[in-house]
């Protein structure tokens, strides 16, 4: 039996505002916890004249385009990145969803079947997929803000990614401790070189995801991955020339990237490349 177009698409917009609404969280976790703030219980406020957000002004992405970006108050603009931050994270569930629940490597099965087969392994899968990409949402966007990695954030992700390692069993051992190798070394050795001011937190969390997901996706499409969104990213900043000193190069933006790409895509891409050569 086949999935009908129409239930692909609802169960798709299901999942962008459950991604989005997640992200929302995480963005108010990435602004609050290295400022040492409460994030559970204490609703969200408008940074410009502190007043708390009604529901209706706290759905993801929908408030912001109903309000144009600025706050119903006091007119102070709220920021792009949120948004953008709450877009992806829709996007990453619905990926991740349709990666965990498709019949992968050639075989041929529908939605239905691979459901009713091992519902229990793929949930796990997608679960563990859009949680490691949660947790380095937040590490990542932490770093670029304060320049630190907290060792919560990386605890989190050590919970998540022993998580993945039950879900995706296929990959053994040695693959794992490869992968948590071969790209946390470079990230290590940056640390050094820009005495510290790389956080070595960063080669830990890749060292986790590494080890999550083993070698072939890390070396494959995590390395290529993030050298491209750092060239990407220096060349923007070559445009950019009127903006000085401000905003450094961050190589966490760089490795967010590569990483998130590895996680979601590196299986697909990997098998591809096998079939390809
Ligand atoms: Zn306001």
């Known amino acids: 039996m086949i999935l009908p177009i129409w239930f692909k698409i609802i169960m798709s917009i299901f999942l962008f505002f459950l991604g989005a609404s997640v992200y929302s969280f995480l963005n108010v976790v990435i602004f609050r916890v290295p400022r040492g703030e409460e994030f559970v219980k204490t609703r969200s406020h408008c940074p410009g004249c502190g007043k708390l957000l009604s529901p209706m002004e706290l759905v993801p992405v929908v408030s912001y385009v109903c309000l144009g970006g600025k706050c119903k108050d006091c007119g102070s603009k ?37 459901w009713v087969g091992d519902f229990y392994g793929h949930f796990l899968t997608w679960l563990a997929m859009f949680a490691m990409v949660g947790a380095l949402t937040v590490i ?80 494959v499409v995590a390395l290529p991955a993030t050298i491209v969104a750092a060239i990407v990213q220096l060349a923007f900043l ?16 760089a490795l967010w990237v590569g990483l998130w790409v590895a996680i979601l895509f590196g299986n697909m891409i990997t098998t591809f490349l096998y079939g390809a050569f």
Do not use: Y
């Open 78 to 114: 709220i920021g792009i990145r949120d948004v953008l931050i709450e877009t992806f994270g829709g996007l990453n569930c619905i990926a991740s969803f349709w990666i965990s629940f498709s019949p992968m490597q050639g075989i041929s099965q529908s939605l239905c079947e691979v």
């Open 140 to 219: 990542c966007f932490i770093q670029i803000d304060m320049g630190v990695v907290k060792n919560g954030t990386l605890i989190a992700l050590l919970v998540i990614c022993v998580i993945a390692v039950f879900a995706m069993p296929e990959v053994d051992l040695s693959e794992r401790l490869i992968g948590a190798l071969c790209l946390s070394i470079f990230v290590a050795i940056g640390t050094l070189i820009s005495s510290k001011k790389i956080p070595f937190g960063l080669a830990i969390a890749t060292a986790l995801v590494g080890l999550a997901i083993g070698w072939m996706p890390m070396l």
């Open 238 to 253: 070559a445009i950019q020339k009127k903006k000085p000193a401000g905003k450094h190069f961050k190589l966490s933006f």
